[in-house]
């Protein structure tokens, strides 16, 4: 089973994975997010080779997380914005972000924090429940099967595990 | 820059994706933590050839996300639970899953649900305010520098641009 054809298989964490699982995508959409919207300043930013930074964002492009406008044309320059898919993809990021500041900040600290404007304070996001609003935990959650599961690959075994009652 | 000189950027989505920046990693985590737990089961479960399971388990534990265990002795058979700091990735998964739920599931629907057992309903976990409650985005939040933060390969330009003065 290639990359690609993670697509394929019946889990939706798969096929996020299949665009999102690859460190640089993170970066890009780090950087995106935040304003860094130039290739050059993405390509400095990251310390990149232009080719996998190119190769990267198109595929970003193709997938309709970025789009990329014309910002000046003598010479012709083009950066590159967050489609709704693409601002959705934040809340991946903040929970890459909390579990890097928990186990890898180290005594230094977190290099960054999240100011959350409509309270206007600084926030550790948490995962919630919509209904609730508790916290939702590995513990404290099971899966049931969703109408689009199927046994088959990438999900042969989790596919028989999920119980199939519906509630 | 390697992958693994990730871990030095001063950036938690960083250090977080050197480890978690790998599809098959994020796979593996997830049929842990759902309960697959034994080498042949996941192996079966993604198709994923044994030495790159094997490489992706050693790594995880290494970083302490996951523990080996000896279930059998005649003949050796082990299997592979998730640590406290594995536990915690289940946010990062949750996240990849709603976004690939809301983007790519299409008219069959989420492949799997989320059964909040806490309070008895099937939810779609958001990423909110640990303070107000509310739902964070990126248009309603903003970076601000933490105290690790540094200018650096991975953060040239982002360390700049985050604003340096305090709230």
């Known amino acids: 089973m290639?990359?690609?054809?993670?697509?394929d298989v019946a889990c939706s964490v798969a096929r996020a994975t299949d665009l999102f699982g690859d460190a640089w995508t993170a970066l890009i959409m780090r950087d995106v997010l935040v304003g860094i919207s130039r290739f050059d300043d993405i390509a400095h930013d990251l310390g990149i080779s232009r080719k996998v930074l190119a190769a990267r964002l198109a595929r970003l492009v193709e997938e309709g997380v970025l789009v990329r406008e014309r910002y000046q044309d003598q010479p012709p320059?083009?950066?590159?914005?967050?489609?709704?898919?693409?601002k959705e993809?934040?809340?991946?990021l903040l929970a890459l972000m909390s579990w890097?500041?928990?186990?890898?900040?180290?005594p230094a600290g977190p290099p960054l924090r999240v100011h959350h404007d409509t309270c206007g304070r600084t926030t550790t996001p948490v995962m919630t429940?919509?209904?609730?609003?508790?916290p939702v935990t590995?513990?404290?959650?099971?899966?049931?099967?969703g109408p689009g599961g199927a046994v088959g690959p990438g999900t042969m075994?989790?596919?028989?595990?999920v119980p199939t009652h519906s509630e």
Chains 1, 2 share one sequence.
Do not use: F, M
């Open 2 to 7: 290639t990359r690609t054809s993670l697509s």
């Open 77 to 86: 320059r083009e950066d590159y914005h967050a489609t709704e898919k693409g």
């Open 89 to 92: 993809l934040y809340p991946v």
């Open 100 to 106: 890097g500041d928990k186990w890898y900040a180290g």
């Open 129 to 134: 429940c919509e209904h609730c609003g508790e």
């Open 138 to 145: 590995i513990d404290n959650t099971s899966p049931r099967p």
């Open 157 to 161: 075994v989790i596919g028989q595990l």
